[in-house]
């Protein structure tokens, strides 16, 4: 077993060191002032960041500010918010400036909670310093602000630039997605962000009980170590969010160490007996028992191991394990699935779901994958699934060895139930293609065949239920009125083909910019468009529609011989409520707006209240 654990980990060193010499011969981009200004709210400062690699870790704020003026560090590649496992500390430097925001109280937020300790140094023009610590090897009340993940206030006077230097050091993965909030953004990020991990432990909770109660039911040990297994990785990941540091050990920076590597053995143990039982492997396959019986002993000793082993070498180790583990049991549901075990479909999927969920977080831990919300939360999406779909195969299981013990005097029933199921089946499936061909030709008629936007008719059909949902909820809704500039020119000179590719161009343009605030467009005649936006006031309206003028201006159609440029106008109209604003008035306003923006010489946002220029 430890020689397989130690090939685990050598393979995967030898794959990081692959990855980090091919990020080493990419070009470094030149890094830039990270200027803040009144519209920023959240700053991602990673693409601002240069790094120095300390690696005897023994480099003061003073000696990093000359290697930094001496052009010391290195830009840190677009995309890398990761280096793996590292020893010694690393440096990281932004020059930020504030030029017009209001806010100059900004939080500076490590999105990562496992760092051993992180300090910031921000040097401001008169020669002061700034300094603050961080991370879980310091009591958590050192935190700025009571938060799963490190954090600093940071202040940031208007027009000065601040020298921001960061010291991370660390015997977990060194990651650094460093961002600045505004408190409020903070506030609202935060909020959002305890929910999705609320709804997901609500999830594991549920399952525990009702598995629990099962069990209780039952007496069937499956129920047991499937309990068991969930509680394990509920507290994986309660350690790994930074949760079990923030509520549970808030003083013992040990514990917020050690439990990383036990729960995942804790974990593995669980995962390991759960197959055993459930796909009941002593009768169907004993060699593989056996294998399983010896890696819940290998994880029993690293889980004891890991309270005396140096975290560095504990967490890779049980990192590795979890592949190894996760892996073989999908070779024990194959094999058994192989046999005519029926429940083990179920089972392999779940585990299907968990193991690409795994893999993706341990590859953001050793630098083989950026850190984006899916390979940072790849891992709660698939044990999520994992444990629904467990669930039902535990359902599953129980449902198919009580009809196998009924089976002799159901035989004929069962004969002609399956006569009916099939008949059924073969109804639903016509159906269903039915219900699929309606809903085809439902969609069709209701899409412009040019761009593919709603049409015009489609979008009056539906503004009457969003202004109601409106005012039901009492949320704003804005109007955007969109007119490509000059577009009868784009056909003059090159034709109507290329006319009709601009504007397939600039509908999806417009639409991925838009789209994402859940915004409804439709094509509303020729060149024009129109776009609804929920819950968005003026000013938001305003803000987006200027960000979508921009998309639009900074790129080009290259649908002709040479790259067209397109430019827009933009009129918004936010939909007065309170006074019972009908469709056609509102409409009318943001075409109004639409007229001032074309008036005011086109290439601009502008809404109804502003005045014409004279």
Not at 300 to 322: E, K, Q, T
């Amino acid at each position: 077993m430890g020689r397989t654990s130690s090939g685990a980990v050598g393979l995967l060193c030898t794959l990081l060191c692959v990855l980090a010499g091919l990020c080493a011969a990419l070009p470094a981009q030149a890094r830039e002032t990270l200027v803040l200004s009144g519209g920023d709210a959240v700053v991602g400062i990673n693409p601002y960041l240069g790094y120095l690699h300390d690696a005897e870790g023994g480099l003061d704020a003073g000696d990093v500010e000359r290697l930094q003026r001496a052009d010391g560090f290195t830009a840190v590649p677009p995309g890398k918010n990761s280096f793996g496992f590292q020893s010694g500390a690393y440096w990281f430097h932004a020059r930020v400036r504030n030029a017009d925001s209001p806010t100059t109280r900004w939080l500076l937020v490590q999105q990562y909670a496992l760092s051993d300790e992180i300090e910031i140094h921000a040097r401001y023009p008169d020669g002061r310093w700034m300094t603050a610590a961080s991370g879980d090897h310091r009591p958590f009340q050192s935190r700025a602000i009571r938060y799963r993940h490190p954090n600093f206030w940071l202040e940031l006077p208007p027009g000065a630039p601040v020298d921001v230097y960061v010291r991370i050091q660390s015997e977990s993965s060194m990651q650094i997605p460093l961002s600045l909030y505004t408190p409020t953004a903070f506030a609202e990020a935060s909020r959002d962000a305890q929910f999705a991990i609320g709804l997901y432990y609500g999830i594991l909770l549920a399952l525990f009980f009702y598995n629990l109660v099962l069990w209780l039911t039952t007496q069937d040990s499956s129920y047991f170590w499937y309990v068991f297994h969930l509680t394990a990785f509920g507290l994986v990941l309660f350690t790994l969010n930074g949760l079990g540091f923030e509520y549970l050990w808030p003083h013992s920076p040990w514990l917020a160490d050690k439990s990383v590597p036990l729960s995942i053995c804790l974990a593995q143990v669980g995962v390991q007996q759960f197959a055993r039982k459930f796909l009941d492997l002593g009768n169907r396959w004993q060699r593989g028992d056996r294998v399983g019986l010896l890696l819940i002993a290998a994880f029993a000793l690293l889980g004891i191991a890991s309270a005396f082993l140096p975290y560095r070498i504990s967490v890779p180790i049980a990192s590795a394990g979890v592949f190894i583990s996760t892996g073989w049991v999908a070779v024990e549901a194959i094999v058994v699935l192989r046999r005519g075990y029926a429940p083990a479909r179920i089972f392999l999927a779940a585990w299907a779901a968990f193991l690409v969920g795994t893999a993706m977080f341990a590859a953001v831990a050793f630098a083989l994958l950026p850190k984006t919300f899916v390979t940072e939360y790849g891992v709660q999406i698939g044990s999520a699934l994992e444990m629904l779909l467990l669930s039902i195969a535990l359902g599953y299981r129980y449902a198919s060895l009580r009809n196998e013990n009924e089976r002799i005097i159901r035989d004929g029933r069962q004969q002609l139930m399956h006569e009916v199921k099939a008949r059924t089946s073969e109804l639903q499936d016509a159906l269903s293609q039915l219900g699929d061909a309606h809903a085809r030709l439902r969609e069709s008629s209701q899409r412009d065949a040019l761009t593919g936007l709603y049409t015009r008719r489609h979008f009056h059909e539906r503004l009457p239920a969003l202004l109601q949902e409106a005012r039901a909820q009492a949320a704003p809704l804005s109007l955007l009125m969109v007119d490509l500039d000059h577009f009868k020119s784009i056909n003059d000179e090159h034709g109507h083909l290329a006319g009709d590719s601009c504007l397939r161009w600039a509908a999806r343009v417009l639409a991925g910019t838009l789209r994402p605030a859940h915004a409804v467009m439709a094509r509303f005649g020729g060149e024009e468009f129109v776009v609804a936006l929920p819950g968005h006031d003026l000013e938001a309206a305003t803000g987006l529609a200027e960000k979508a003028r921009q998309a639009l201006a900074g790129s080009a159609c290259d649908s002709a011989e040479t790259p067209l440029r397109i430019t827009t106008s933009i009129g918004v109209h936010e939909v007065d409520l309170a006074n019972d604003e009908g469709i056609d008035q509102a409409l009318e306003r943001a075409d109004r707006a639409l007229y001032r923006a074309k008036s005011d010489g086109r290439d601009c946002v502008r809404t109804a209240g502003e005045a014409l220029p004279g």
